[in-house]
């Protein structure tokens, strides 16, 4: 089992680019969590998705971000018109059962994203 | 609001010798705490996992203690070496019915063993 896959691992934009991170879960898992840290913080939630579902997008800035999980490929977080503010670690996570099961996460290597 | 704090925020200690951290929650309702570990660039790997009943769990040289009446947990690292140089990390896992269980991560510990 290759582990939850994230890429690309470094992505440098400028200010108004799009970013799009990938993350391929782990084998066998269907639930897909999206988190963001900022240097020297914790992880902060942004969106929790099942196949082709958003379950909770609670975290989510209500513009400029997206997320999908489709039936097929990777999940994607989409970032349109990037700022500087938008310069993290972006972590995805996976799990074998659904959130209210209180199952383990996987966490991917993170995608850090800098944008000049 | 739930919230999860660490201390030390860092720290640093000679290979070979015993560590403790710390966590303090306040999240409601409880359902389970983990410790995590967070190399440099890379993603944080589960070291235990403990719910309301359980007030210890060892998972090798890691001890982790719960105390779910104070809301404390701790982490305790038995002669340290140089690979445990990482971010630790508490993540508390809230039962919320409408969504689902939420976690809520604490800023981390960051520990440097130093030879």
């Known amino acids: 089992n290759a582990g939850v896959m994230q890429n690309p691992r470094h992505l440098v934009r400028r200010r108004g680019q799009e970013a799009r991170l990938r993350c391929s879960p782990m084998?066998?898992?269907?639930?897909v969590y999206w988190y963001r840290q900022l240097p020297e913080e914790g992880l902060k939630f942004m969106v929790y998705?099942?196949?082709?579902?958003?379950?909770?997008e609670s975290g989510m800035p209500k513009e400029r971000f997206s997320a999908e999980f489709p039936k097929e490929g990777p999940s994607i977080l989409r970032i349109q018109q990037v700022v500087r503010g938008d310069s993290a670690a972006y972590f995805c996570?996976?799990?074998?059962?659904?959130?209210?099961?209180?199952?383990?996460?996987?966490f991917g290597p993170g995608t850090r994203l800098t944008v000049l | 609001k739930n919230q999860v704090e660490q201390s030390p925020q860092s720290l640093i200690i000679l290979e070979g010798k015993n560590c403790t951290l710390q966590?303090?929650?306040?999240?409601?309702?409880?359902?389970?705490l983990r410790w995590y570990k967070q190399d440099t660039g890379r993603g944080p790997v589960s070291l235990t996992i403990?719910?309301?009943?359980?007030n210890t769990k060892s998972n090798g040289r890691y001890t982790a203690t719960l105390d779910a009446d104070t809301k404390q947990s701790s982490l305790h690292i038995t002669a340290s070496q140089l690979s445990d140089s990482a971010s630790y990390i508490c993540?508390?896992?809230?039962?919320?019915?409408?969504?689902?269980?939420?976690?809520?991560f604490g800023g981390g510990t960051r520990l440097m063993v130093k030879p």
């Open positions: 084998k066998g898992h269907s639930h």
């Open positions: 966590c303090n929650y306040t999240v409601s309702p409880f359902s389970n």
């Open positions: 403990m719910t309301f009943s359980e």
């Open positions: 993540v508390v896992s809230a039962a919320n019915n409408n969504a689902g269980n939420m976690l809520t």
């Open positions: 998705l099942q196949k082709e579902n958003i379950i909770d």
């Open positions: 996570a996976s799990s074998p059962t659904p959130r209210t099961g209180g199952g383990t996460q996987y």
